[in-house]
């Protein structure tokens, strides 16, 4: 069976020299999704990191993992039953804190889906439904559709990592906005997710 990891680099090589050197120099793609995981509970993870160094977002969410030594994860009844200050107290803000309870009560109620359901979903129907919640935005769906439900050709163009990572890839001045970087994603179909996986490691020069 081909693999889609090396199949999409090489694919990506073949776009140009600045593509083609650059995968050269990082090597295989070592993209490694989490498909164990639930999308409530990925949402739940990504909040903790939203807008934060990844040391800030490990740190808050071993805390909250901390309030539930039973689980590996708690359950959404467990953290609606959990005090909102205990909340707090691991770092989160009062506005991630509703966010949280939002997703928790979210998938009691159904709007998120499961594992399963949530596979048989098309890109655009799931961010549509998942960014309805409050403090869910484009780029946290995008993740969880990277990393959770595996899927090859997502280009989060809002994320700075990825609109930097092409601007010195290609020696550009200035960043491409996000329209004209969801214009560039479509010469990276249907790979547009291994692209980002190199985006996010262009040095800076």
Known sequence: MPDPLLQARTFLAGLDADWARHI????????????????YEALVRAIAYQQLHARAGDAILGRFLGLY??????????????????????????????????????????????????RAMDDAAL????????????????????????????LPADDFGVREGYRRLKGL?????????????????????????YLWRVPTR
Not at 92 to 97: G, N
Not at 180 to 197: C, D, H, K, N, S
Request: glycine share 6%; with cysteine; charged share 20%.
């Open 24 to 39: 050269e120099a990082v090597g295989p793609c070592l993209h490694q999704p989490k498909p164990t995981r639930e999308p």
């Open 69 to 118: 030594a039973q689980a590996a994860f708690p359950a959404p009844e467990q953290i609606l039953a959990t005090d909102v200050e205990q909340l707090r107290a691991c770092g989160f803000s009062a506005s991630k804190v509703a966010t949280v309870r939002g997703i928790a009560e979210a998938t009691l109620s159904g709007v998120v889906p499961g594992y399963e359901t949530a």
């Open 173 to 197: 001045e200035q960043q491409p906005t996000r329209k004209q970087m969801v214009e560039i994603g479509q010469a990276l179909r249907p790979y547009r997710t291994v692209a980002a996986w």
């Open 127 to 154: 961010i549509e439904r998942l960014s309805s919640l409050r403090g869910i935005g484009r780029w946290t769906v995008e993740m969880l559709l990277i990393y959770s439900l595996e899927r090859l050709d997502i």
